[in-house]
């Protein structure tokens, strides 16, 4: 059973940072291309940024360029998220999600919450 458990949200002044870990298992995590989305309320489900399965390239949302980056850790199943910059605007259910050959599973969602 594959399972995506997200980490490390929380509450934060603008200004702030934050770093979100996505736990992967039940699944060839090397394979997988790994994505963090989030959704704000009222809003639609968006891209943040996306890391390919070989190579390590990267892609952001135009609106997180310069402030995010995203890593993963093949060894130990990890995708992660550090967010410096933190404005209002970020605040969201940030989501996990594993994409490979058509094999799509995401995690449970771990809200982020920027405010002074």
């Known amino acids: 059973q594959v399972q995506l458990v997200e980490s490390g949200g929380g509450s934060m002044q603008p200004g702030g940072s934050l770093r979100l870990s996505c736990a992967a298992s039940g699944l060839t995590f090397s394979y997988y291309t790994m994505s963090w989305y989030r959704q704000a309320p009222g809003k639609e489900r968006e891209l943040v940024a996306r890391?390919?399965?070989?190579?390590?390239?990267?892609n952001y949302a135009d609106s997180v360029k310069g402030r995010f980056t995203i890593s993963r850790d093949d060894a130990k199943n990890t995708v992660y998220l550090q967010m410096n910059s933190l404005k209002p605007e970020d605040t969201a259910v940030y989501y996990c999600?594993?994409?490979?050959?058509?094999?799509?599973?995401w995690g449970q969602g771990t809200q982020v919450t920027v405010s002074s």
């Open positions: 999600n594993a994409n490979w050959r058509g094999f799509v599973y």
């Open positions: 890391i390919i399965s070989t190579g390590g390239s990267t």
